[in-house]
């Protein structure tokens, strides 16, 4: 009978959920703006070898620093290059960091943070070494590791994912301090049940909310970090069009072309700005003191 009213309980949260992003969407058109947009980013970047119009790597030396123009929407670079192609195979580069930092620094920080935040003496080793990597701004740290391992996709993804993790450690922790005095937990540890099963069904499913609001915001700031180390030229390899590589090599010529960085910025902005709106949303969702404020 318990498990039946459980059950019963898990079905009608989950409607409430459905209901709730539904008002969600209705209501704050800034949360819709933000998803729209990153849809139709995710889908730009899916598709682009078929809406690029010219090879985002081919050299036309005569077409050099051309205005947009029919031909070349957004514009050529310094050595002919089609920055409309380039900047939508942009999205892809950018979106597969972002993604992947998202998703490896959420798992990373669930399973750190949950057994640091039940464990004391876990606790006290742990946050000081992460509280030692966290007193580092994260651009400097992010350019030191960069620089010792080598300038690649793989590894710039590597060091994002180092850098954020202990952020997400930090509030997995916040959150198990509290989660294991309560008395389902007392409860659970009571009748037996092994550490292990405590930490994975009582504990790290409560810790998904925030984990989902911030890893939204992990997305955006991934994106960030990895243009701004590509703009500084340690960052994806330079044959790689990601929008950070454009507009670090368009800033040279930012007085006789200024498209060539202004079109990856324009779409670099945008996305960054959806991925913390729809944070805000999700936060407004999961967020029962938040729910029934706006």
């Known amino acids: ?19 709730g992003l539904w008002r969600l969407i209705r209501t704050r058109t800034t949360f819709a703006a933000g998803a729209a947009i990153l849809i139709l980013v995710s889908l730009m970047a899916i598709i682009a070898p078929v809406i690029q119009r010219h090879d985002p790597q081919g050299l036309s030396p005569v077409d050099r620093v051309e205005p947009p123009s029919a031909q070349h929407w957004f514009g ?22 972002a993604a992947s930092v998202a998703l490896i620094v959420s798992i990373v920080g669930v399973t750190i943070g949950v057994v640091v935040g039940y464990n004391r003496i876990a606790d006290n080793i742990a946050m000081r ?10 651009l400097i740290l992010a350019l030191a590791l960069v620089a010792t391992l080598g300038s690649s996709l793989n590894n710039v993804i590597m060091v994002i994912c180092i850098v954020d993790t202990p ?10 301090l509290s989660l294991r005095e309560r008395p389902y937990v007392d409860a659970a540890r009571a009748i037996g049940t092994p550490l292990p099963m405590i930490l994975l069904r009582e504990i790290a499913p409560n810790t998904i909310a925030p984990v989902l609001v911030q890893s939204s915001v992990y997305f955006g700031s991934a994106i960030l970090t990895e243009s701004a180390l590509s703009f500084l030229g340690v960052g994806t390899p330079p044959y790689i069009p990601s929008w950070g ?3 670090g090599q368009g800033r040279a010529y930012i007085q006789v072309g200024f498209w060539i960085a202004f079109f ?30 706006r």
Do not use: C
Not at 77 to 97: K, P
Not at 167 to 176: A, L, Y
Not at 269 to 284: E, H, I, S
């Open 245 to 247: 590589n454009i507009i």
């Open 1 to 19: 009978m318990a498990v039946e009213v459980a059950g019963r309980l898990r079905q009608v949260a989950a409607a409430g959920q459905g209901i």
């Open 264 to 293: 990856p910025g324009v779409f670099l902005a945008l996305t960054v700005l959806a991925a913390n709106l729809v944070g805000d949303g999700l936060r407004d969702l999961l967020d029962p003191r938040l729910r029934g404020a």
């Open 167 to 176: 952020g997400m450690v930090r509030i997995v922790r916040g959150m198990v």
């Open 76 to 97: 050529t670079d310094h050595l002919g290059r089609d920055v409309y192609a380039r900047t939508v195979h942009g999205a892809r580069i950018s979106l597969r960091v």
């Open 129 to 138: 070494l992460l509280d030692g990597m966290m007193a580092f701004p994260t």
